[in-house]
């Protein structure tokens, strides 16, 4: 499910940089598999809880699982409101500043390949790791927001694709902190307690 969502994050990007409206649409079109896989995990995690009766750390990854692939699908959506993004810009010439959106897509392309290890080798380590990156795609949110807010101060015409730059730079800051929120669940899982990472 990771995959898919990582796969979709990257398919919108790609529509992205070169603008291509099919590959948004392809997008949007695949997001019902993100949701259809969540249920099918919840609904067996679910049958393991009530038939197994898992305790102590058993449970906790059981509970952790139901929160991530809630937090995997929600990176879904996000993916699919990129692509929306993708095609209202349509052909409008964009901005140097599709570069810093690139780059920090690139990032949170890293924690969702980061978090999936964390999750398989217990790795707290890994899991903290998580939770700095969070900041710098934060810090490069901001940035990013700032320059464009410039741009759209020197070019009006271009106030609405370059919004659009702008709600997919806070998408992408989102699914972060739904990774970030995964990487609070393994310490949960590893530690048995719970941890505030987005702060």
């Keep these: 499910m990771n995959d898919m969502a990582k796969s979709a994050i990257t398919r919108s ?18 997001d ?8 099918e995990i919840n609904d067996q995690a679910i049958w393991l809880i009530a038939s197994e009766q898992p ?22 959506d996000l993916a699919v409101n990129i692509a929306k993004s993708v095609k209202r810009i349509g052909n409008a010439e964009l901005p140097q500043e599709k570069q810093d959106v690139l780059n920090t897509a ?46 759209m101060t020197k070019h009006p015409d271009e106030i609405s694709s370059i919004t659009q730059l702008a709600f997919i730079s806070r998408y992408l800051e989102r699914a972060a902190d739904h990774v970030t929120n995964i990487a609070e669940g393994i310490i949960y899982l590893v530690k048995g307690k719970h941890v505030d990472l987005n702060n």
């Excluded at 058993?58 to 929600?74: P, S």
């Excluded at 949170?108 to 398989?120: G, K, N, P, S, T």
């Design 13 to 30: 990007l790609i529509a992205l940089d070169q603008q291509d409206e099919q590959q948004a649409q392809a997008v949007i079109d695949h």
């Design 32 to 39: 019902e598999e993100i949701n259809k896989m969540e249920d």
């Design 55 to 76: 305790v102590a750390k058993d449970l906790r990854r059981l509970v952790i699982t139901l929160k991530a692939t809630n937090d995997i699908e929600r990176i879904g």
């Design 106 to 151: 690139s990032i949170v392309e890293q924690m969702l390949d980061l978090v999936i290890d964390a999750y398989l080798e217990e790795d707290l380590e890994k899991a903290f790791e998580i939770s700095r990156i969070d900041d710098q795609v934060d810090n490069q949110y901001g940035d990013s927001i700032q320059k464009m807010l410039k741009h």
